[in-house]
């Protein structure tokens, strides 16, 4: 068999002129993730019969010339989306056993695209961390250093891309669930405006700020798979009533002349003088490439993480509300009335994060606290996003570091809660204000661990983010490497 294009848009030219068929394609990537699973533990379940059958299906298609840019293009799903007949766990023992009967709307749309279903991968459970060690059933290892994490909470959708176990994964973005793990993995994570592509079937965290997203090898790969899951769903209620635009259109475009801002917040004491240095050699590589720079201020910047694990704990806490061991997911053996019922089977089924995110929300929420707290957050949330709005009235784009650190060891982190959190210190903002932003690869540590390029745009301009991103890109090598030795 011909040697195999690691992107989407090549594999979609080797399917069509023939040098292979879908089915040799899957049977690849089934060879692949049986040689590095056992050390990088990104999925919880294959589906092996589901891929095949669906690869048939795409071979047919290019037999009548009906194919699309994803048809029979291998990929993986995080473990919250649900995809009817294939279990759906959220990396929790509550669901363990849960399998929907139906299907997310972006699955539905990557299923008509003809794209080929190879598993679930491993998550934060219920997407609540940073670094998949969260997760009721394996840690997920980072393919560039086993020993450190791959980000999180879309760490096995990172990884699954990172390491050749598929083409490209989606993931969720609460508070920088994609982007974060694109950093720590090398590869590209984009979290879409709120509202640009549908929530319905996505198992909900915090439900005003979850988006999902793609995670690529390249931008070209974004903006094909934004092309197929963005658009307005009827069953979203929060989805937009806004025509999608063809976001591949938008590669290649000149920045002459884009002007692009840097939050002197983001640049802090504290920051890894390794991913400083790698930004700001980005910076300079924008200019060379004719863009304009200025230095902007978004002055609540320092109240972000505070004000994210009020509202996100709180709308979790109200959301988690329905794992009672009553309808479906995981029910305590032989309660002795309901209310054990419902304690024992919460007790048993959710894991230490997601109880202590639960109770952080219910208090938020509760009688004589929520005007402190809850209301009090949402406030603060409206400063932050009256930041961006005053600060694109003279950029077009935001630049800044996607993580304060390259990827760190496991269980580094995991005793301090708060030292965890604020590995999302520069993502956390985005989600808050609701607006589109990418991680890209701009470079590496002295250990060789990948370091991420955070790009901000305003709401519905992910064709700009995307033409930005691709002139970056293309200057540079880095999304062409990959881990060594795995």
């Given at each position: 068999m011909t040697?195999?294009?690691?992107?989407?848009?090549?594999l979609h030219e080797q399917l069509k002129k023939k040098e292979l068929s879908a089915k040799e394609l899957v049977d690849a990537f089934y060879r692949r993730i049986d040689a590095v699973e056992n050390t990088v533990h990104a999925y919880n379940t294959l589906a092996p019969e589901t891929a095949m059958a669906q690869a048939k299906e795409a071979d047919r298609r290019f037999a009548k010339g009906e194919a699309g840019p994803l048809t029979g293009i291998p990929i993986a799903l995080k473990d919250n989306l649900c995809t009817a007949g294939l279990r759906t766990t959220c990396s929790s023992k509550i669901l363990e056993n849960f399998i929907p009967p139906y299907d997310a709307t972006v699955v539905s749309k990557l299923r008509a695209a003809g794209a080929v279903f190879l598993g679930k991968t491993n998550m934060d459970e219920f997407a609540m961390g940073s670094s998949t060690e969260n997760s009721a059933f394996e840690k997920t290892a980072n393919p560039w250093d086993p020993s450190r994490i791959p980000g999180g909470s879309s760490g096995g959708s990172a990884a699954a891309v990172a390491a050749g176990e598929a083409v490209f994964a989606l993931g969720s973005d609460t508070g920088g669930s994609i982007r974060q793990p694109a950093a720590c993995c090398g590869v590209l994570g984009m979290k879409p405006t709120y509202g640009r592509v549908s929530r319905y079937g996505l198992v909900a965290f915090a439900s005003s700020l979850d988006q999902i997203g793609p995670l690529t090898h390249d931008v070209t790969d974004a903006a094909i798979v934004m092309n197929a899951i963005g658009g307005h769903d009827s069953l979203d209620s929060t989805s937009a009533d806004l025509p999608l635009p063809d976001l591949c259109a938008a590669l290649g475009e000149k920045i002459q002349g884009l002007r692009i801002g840097i939050p002197k917040e983001y640049f802090i004491d504290g920051i890894d003088p390794q991913i400083r240095e790698a930004?700001?050699?980005?910076?300079?590589?924008?200019?060379?490439?004719?863009?304009?720079?200025?230095?902007?201020?978004?002055?609540?910047?320092?109240?972000?993480?505070a004000t994210y694990y009020i509202l996100a704990t709180a709308e979790a806490s109200s959301n988690l509300a329905r794992y009672d061991g009553v309808r479906y997911g995981h029910r305590t053996k032989n309660p002795r009335d309901l209310m054990e019922l419902y304690m024992e089977s919460r007790r048993e089924g959710f894991g230490p994060e997601v109880k202590r995110r639960i109770m952080i929300g219910a208090h938020a929420l509760s009688s004589g606290y929520y005007d402190a707290y809850y209301k009090k957050g949402q406030q603060v949330r409206t400063?932050?996003?009256?930041?961006?709005?005053?600060?694109?009235?003279?950029?077009?784009?935001?630049?800044?570091?996607?993580?304060?650190?390259?990827?760190?060891?496991?269980?580094?982190?995991v005793d301090d809660p708060l030292q965890m959190y604020l590995s999302d210190i520069f993502t956390i903002s985005v989600n808050l204000a609701g607006l589109p932003a990418l991680s890209l690869p701009c470079g590496f540590?002295?250990?060789?661990?990948?370091?991420?390029?955070?790009?901000?745009?305003?709401?519905?301009?992910?064709?700009?983010?995307?033409?930005?991103?691709?002139?970056?890109?293309?200057?540079?090598?880095?999304?062409?490497?990959?881990?060594?030795?795995?």
């Open positions: 040697r195999l294009e690691p992107t989407a848009h090549g930004v700001e050699k980005a910076i300079e590589s924008y200019k060379s490439l004719g863009a304009e720079t200025k230095v902007v201020s978004l002055p609540h910047t320092a109240y972000a993480v400063l932050i996003k009256n930041d961006f709005d005053e600060a694109f009235k003279s950029v077009d784009l935001l630049i800044t570091p996607t993580a304060p650190t390259a990827a760190f060891k496991m269980g580094e982190k540590t002295l250990e060789g661990l990948p370091i991420g390029l955070q790009l901000i745009a305003r709401p519905f301009d992910e064709a700009g983010l995307f033409r930005a991103a691709y002139a970056y890109e293309q200057a540079h090598d880095f999304h062409l490497r990959g881990p060594e030795g795995l």
